[in-house]
């Protein structure tokens, strides 16, 4: 079992940065998918982040391209999501998911197991 924690979101006005944890215990992450997702009222979770692993990555959604990185540390088996030039478009709850085997990296259905999400917010 994997137990995922996320942390670090709150209010931000847009054009500003926060960057987002996930604490991880149970397992060892190296050997894991580690990816971020989102979902905003009234829409689907949606795929943000993956990060690198022995065979690739990390990839972002588009919208999200050149203004987020996505970061793992395996040794503090931590996940991070540092978040630049933020828009209220990215205003979401913000969840970490982990899994050892994936699919398709960018679907939900696709991870195992979840944290319980950090609230973003962006005002304009």
Known sequence: QVQLVESGGGLV???GSLR???AASGRTLSSYFMAWFRQAPGKEREF???AS???GGPYYAE???G???VS???VKNMVYLQMNSLRPEDTAVYYCAASRVVAEIRSPASYDYWGQGTQVTVSS
Do not use: I, L, M, P
């Open 13 to 15: 006005q847009a054009g």
């Open 20 to 22: 987002v944890s996930c």
């Open 48 to 50: 943000v982040a993956v």
């Open 53 to 55: 692993w022995s065979g």
């Open 63 to 65: 919208s999200v391209k």
């Open 67 to 69: 203004r987020f990185t």
């Open 72 to 74: 793992r540390d395996n």
